[in-house]
């Protein structure tokens, strides 16, 4: 993919870039070597300062920012606003609590005294997609830099303007040159980066294929990585549930950032004795939507990113409808321009079609129908993937259900999967290992180090 801003809602080329040659790339790892040696040793307090006062440059200049992550991605300005302030919380959180979580931890007992140190690894490659461009940069990037590493980001190919601001924040914030550096390059470029040596670490956010290869390849140089991949959430409603606030959310939770987000509810099963009235009320309220131009306040469904996972979403669509699966509502590509796709309901799904085992990034949502919990928990877990899951119920006993048998790495009860920054983000099964977020976030590209004196 050429490295490119393309307005989505429009088709409209804004600006290219060359990608880096790789002796572009040689200066940048040596820079950000170079930077690592002084920045393990910067005390807390300086990095916090820093630290806070890119919060102030995200929230003093979020409109500017808000408008770049519209004009590359299609998200709704005013959600791309709020992604500016949420990445704002994210820099206070770790700016305020590093110190903390990386202190010393004290081993008690025994006759020798023995304590746990945490000492950063070096550069650290984070290869970033384009659905959260400044967000999904800023959870690896605040906790990287706050604990001593430096970073090196190769974001998506068609967010380059959202990856450049990024590393013009952190310079206006006080970090040196090296501490946060963007690489625009290809894909086929990282495996090189990784090969290197002086890389010591990386973390993928991205589909499964791309968490597969970014894994392989970090595995056969015995490198950490992190994944966080690709989700089928969830989204269960039981006959005790409050079918209005139910519904309102899981219209919010399947188009939130136009339906291109892992997190998103994907696959909604609901007990039988209530299911006729959701869908009635979930179809109306997903068919009335408010689709069109993503700067205007009043758009709830903006345009996808791109030509390409239009022509994916909807090849898929065709597939389960060929399958057997009733189209409620919606189910095919809008004309006109932009990469707008209609808001769309599915349900009598085969468990041999696309939207029973893949996740549908764009606003498709799957409806299933069960008769109890039983069949509820085996339904939800009968994917590939565990990101996230929401359930919604009043009853304590079917809470507790929920929360200790769906096999995904956070479950929300009765409100939509959200991030943020005071809990660990990451699934389990084939949506990738590790976690990002809270005090395990910044603990993952650390050297644990035992130390035992006698």
């Not at 809470?399 to 995904?408: T, V």
Request: with cysteine; glycine share 8%; charged share 25%.
């Amino acid at each position: 993919m050429a490295i490119a801003s393309v307005n989505p809602a429009t088709g409209e080329t804004i600006k290219t870039f060359q990608p880096l040659t790789a002796a572009e790339i040689e200066e940048k790892i040596q820079l950000a070597v170079k930077t690592f040696q002084a920045e393990k040793k910067t005390p807390f307090g300086e990095r916090s300062k820093r630290m806070n006062k890119a919060a102030e440059i995200l929230e003093r200049d979020k409109e500017k920012f808000g408008k770049l992550m519209t004009l590359e991605m299609g998200k709704p300005y005013k959600a791309a606003i709020a992604e500016a302030e949420k990445c704002a919380s994210g820099c206070r959180f770790y700016a305020e609590n590093a110190e903390r979580f990386l202190a010393d931890e004290i081993v008690e007992g025994g006759t020798k005294k023995s304590f746990i140190r945490y000492r950063p690894l070096g550069p650290i490659l984070a290869v970033m997609p384009w659905n959260f461009p400044f967000w999904q940069v800023i959870r690896f990037a605040a906790p990287a830099l706050m604990a001593g590493n430096v970073g090196l980001l190769k974001h998506a190919s068609n967010v380059p303007q959202c990856a450049l601001a990024i590393e013009d924040i952190f310079l206006e914030a006080g970090f040196p040159k090296g501490a946060f550096q963007t690489l625009l390059i290809g894909a086929k470029q990282v495996d090189a980066i990784l090969n290197d040596p002086r890389i010591m670490a990386a973390t993928l956010t991205g589909s499964e294929q791309a968490g597969i290869d970014v894994g392989v390849s970090a595995a056969k140089r015995i490198k950490k990585v992190v994944l966080e991949l690709g989700g089928s959430d969830p989204f269960i409603v039981m006959p005790s549930a409050d079918l209005d606030v139910a519904v309102q959310t899981a219209v919010r939770a399947r188009v939130q950032n136009n339906g291109q987000s892992c997190i998103a509810a994907k696959r909604f099963i609901v007990a039988e004795p209530i299911a006729a009235e959701f869908e009635k009320q979930f179809v109306e309220r997903m068919k009335n939507l408010r689709i069109g131009d993503p700067f205007d306040e009043k758009t709830e469904l903006g345009p996808l990113a791109n030509p390409e996972a239009v022509k994916s979403l909807d090849e898929d669509v065709q597939k389960t409808i060929q399958a057997g699966a009733k189209v409620l509502t919606g189910g095919h590509p809008l004309d006109g321009k932009g990469n707008y796709y209609a808001p769309t309901v599915l349900t009598n799904i085969p468990k041999d079609s696309p939207a029973y085992s893949e996740e549908f990034f764009g606003p498709v949502a799957s409806l299933f129908r069960v008769k109890d919990i039983d069949e509820a928990i085996s339904l939800a877990n009968d994917s590939r993937f565990g990101l996230g899951a929401s359930a919604w119920t009043k009853d304590d006993r079917e809470r507790e259900r929920f929360i200790n048998e769906l096999e995904s790495g956070m479950v929300f009860i009765n409100r939509m999967v959200a991030s943020d920054p005071k809990v660990p983000f990451g699934g389990v099964k084939h949506s990738g290992h590790g976690r990002e977020l809270s005090a395990n976030g910044i603990r993952e590209f650390m050297n644990i180090k035992t130390v035992s004196i006698a």
